[in-house]
C-alpha cells in the first residue's frame, strides 16, 4: 500500500510560479511511475507529466517548457515547479503513483490562479 498527499497549491497571479510536492509513504520502493495530473473545475482530470525512478520523464503539451517534474528517489517525493502560470491553470492538482496492478491517488491541492 502506498499513501500520496500533495502540497504546495495556493493563490498565485498569472505569471507566477509554484512548486507542489507529493509526499509518499508505505511502499515507496514500489512504484514504477509517478506523475501529476489536473482537473479545473467542471471539467476532466488532464495528465500534465510523469516520472520514473530512472528519471525518465514525459510532459503534456499544455506544460512542455514551463514545467519541470522531479523526483526525490530515498523518500519517493514527487515534485513539480509549474511556471508562467495562467488562469486557465486553475483547478485541483493531483499526484498519482503506478505499482504493479495499482494506481494511488493523493486527495488533492487547489490552485488558482488570478488575472
Known amino acids: 500500500q502506498v499513501q500520496l498527499v500533495e502540497s504546495g497549491g495556493g493563490l498565485v497571479q498569472a505569471g507566477g510560479s509554484l512548486r507542489l510536492s507529493c509526499a509518499v509513504s508505505?511502499?515507496?520502493?514500489?512504484?514504477?511511475?509517478q506523475g501529476w495530473y489536473y482537473q479545473p473545475t467542471g471539467k476532466e482530470r488532464e495528465l500534465l507529466a510523469s516520472i520514473t525512478p530512472s528519471g525518465s520523464t514525459k510532459y503534456e503539451d499544455s506544460v512542455q517548457g514551463r514545467s519541470t517534474i522531479s523526483r526525490d528517489n530515498d523518500k519517493g517525493t514527487a515534485y513539480l515547479q509549474l511556471n508562467s502560470l495562467k488562469p486557465e491553470d486553475t483547478g485541483v492538482y493531483y499526484c498519482?503513483?503506478?505499482?504493479?496492478?495499482?494506481?494511488?491517488w493523493g486527495p488533492g491541492t487547489q490552485v488558482t490562479v488570478s488575472a
Open positions: 508505505g511502499d515507496v520502493f514500489s512504484l514504477t511511475m
Open positions: 498519482f503513483g503506478v505499482s504493479p496492478g495499482s494506481t494511488y
